[in-house]
């Protein structure tokens, strides 16, 4: 079973620029989930999808957005690039976030963004 | 706010000993998950370890355990016969019982393991 694809592993982009994120989750698994690393913030929660809709979100900037398809893949959307947007990007996906689920996340390898 | 600590920057243990990671967390809810995750240099984030908070059983996956505490909101990781790679960074991490999937983590603790 093929775990959760990012894509593209690495990304450069210059400061103003937008960015599109790519992630597609282990099959069968609908909600997927989005995480930003930096070695100053650590890991933080940006929002969470399922079954198309935004079901969380973290406390991040009107410039971060996301959406998840009908197969439950799911993209993240960053307008007006900062440098302190550069941070590695990680999608989570689970199998069903119902109630009480116990069901744990998986994790992608994440997505290397650098602003210059 | 839940907040999650992690107050062990940097680790190290000699191969095939055991060695500890601490984890204390801050939350009002009585209902919640813990999990250890561990991050090696690819950067992957592999689940260690999970524990339910109304489970007074601590939970233990082969050479992994933790030690929890509910009333000291404490949730340490025990490694045992430690290997070259179990070297990664480690992760504590909180979840609300009704949050589903947001998960809120610590500042990682950075192990080191030497032959």
């Known amino acids: 079973k093929a775990g959760v694809t990012q894509t593209p592993r690495y990304l450069i982009k210059t400061r103003g620029q937008q960015v599109t994120l790519s992630c597609s989750p282990i099959?069968?698994?609908?909600?997927v989930s989005w995480y930003q690393q930096t070695p100053g913030q650590g890991l933080q929660f940006l929002f969470e999808?399922?079954?198309?809709?935004?079901?969380n979100k973290g406390n991040f900037p009107g410039r971060f957005s996301g959406r998840q398809f009908s197969n439950s893949r799911s993209e993240m959307n960053v307008s007006t690039l900062e440098l302190g947007d550069s941070a590695l990007y990680l999608c989570a996906s689970s199998l069903d976030p119902g109630e009480s689920s116990n069901q744990p996340q998986h994790f992608g390898d994440g997505t290397r963004l650098s602003i210059l | 706010a839940q907040t999650v600590t992690q107050s062990q920057p940097e680790m190290s243990v000699q191969e095939a000993e055991t060695v500890t990671l601490s984890c204390t967390y801050d939350t009002s809810e009585s209902d919640y998950y813990l999990f250890w995750y561990k991050q090696p240099p690819s950067r992957q984030m592999i689940l260690v370890i999970r524990q339910e908070a109304y489970k007074q059983q601590n939970a233990t996956e082969n050479r992994f355990s933790v030690n929890f505490q509910k009333a000291a909101k404490s949730f340490s990781l025990k490694i045992s016969d430690s290997q070259l790679g179990d070297a990664a960074m480690y992760f504590c991490?909180?979840?609300?019982?009704?949050?589903?999937?947001?998960?809120?983590f610590g500042t990682g603790t950075r192990l080191q393991v030497f032959p």
């Open positions: 099959s069968g698994h609908r909600s």
């Open positions: 999808y399922f079954s198309e809709t935004q079901r």
């Open positions: 991490a909180y979840r609300r019982w009704e949050d589903t999937d947001k998960l809120i």
